[in-house]
């Protein structure tokens, strides 16, 4: 994608690359050797001219407690660990306030149209009112299991999912709440 990308073996390292390079976005570990994530990212806020870096924690840890902490520390989003290449995609956009741009598919079928870009597929409408009614609840766990599980089921609704779970995982339940109340309303006002 064109991005420099400098990398450090552990937290102190990272924390001498960040101070030297002054690089535009960190994504950093918690579990790291000689210093860990959380301690170099209290040195960074603790340094005026680093206080305001833009970071992504990321971590196999997906304990809300573990992502409350790190988010409170000093990073400004958490990404779960296996890495979704689209979610930190959206993570680093978001931070770095970045609009992507892609190239139109050529349509394979040999008419020379380009393929516009297909509307988001969504699940239906008791799918998304349960969806609903688990986030309302604050039932975190069990929204992240019934997304999974519907993501396993019909892989074509992953678009439709990883927005959600990247709110989720930010702790922005009111965004993912409106996010899925557009959706019903979507769906109960579409023809058909």
């Known amino acids: 994608l064109g991005f420099q990308v400098l990398q450090a073996e552990n937290g102190k390292e990272g924390l001498a690359c960040i101070e030297e390079q002054s690089p535009d976005l960190v994504i950093t570990d918690l579990a790291m050797p000689v210093m860990n994530g959380f301690e170099m990212l209290q040195q960074m806020r603790n ?37 979704d290449i689209q979610l930190l995609l959206a993570q680093i956009a978001q931070l770095l306030e970045l609009t992507w741009q892609y190239d139109a598919l050529e349509d394979v079928s040999g008419d020379g149209q380009d393929v516009l870009e297909e509307q988001l597929l969504l699940p239906d409408l008791d799918v998304l009112q349960a969806l609903l009614f688990l986030a309302q609840g604050g039932q975190v766990s069990k929204f992240t299991d019934a997304l999974a599980d519907l993501t396993e089921a019909e892989p074509a609704l992953k678009p439709f999912a990883q927005p959600l779970l990247a709110l989720q995982a930010e702790f922005k339940m009111q965004q993912l709440r409106e996010k899925l109340q557009q959706y019903i309303c979507q769906i109960e006002v579409s023809p058909n």
């Open 47 to 83: 340094q005026p001219d680093l206080a305001g870096q833009r970071t992504i924690i990321s971590s196999a840890s997906v304990a809300i407690e573990d992502q409350r902490i790190a988010l409170e520390t000093g990073g400004d989003l958490f990404l779960p660990k296996p890495v």
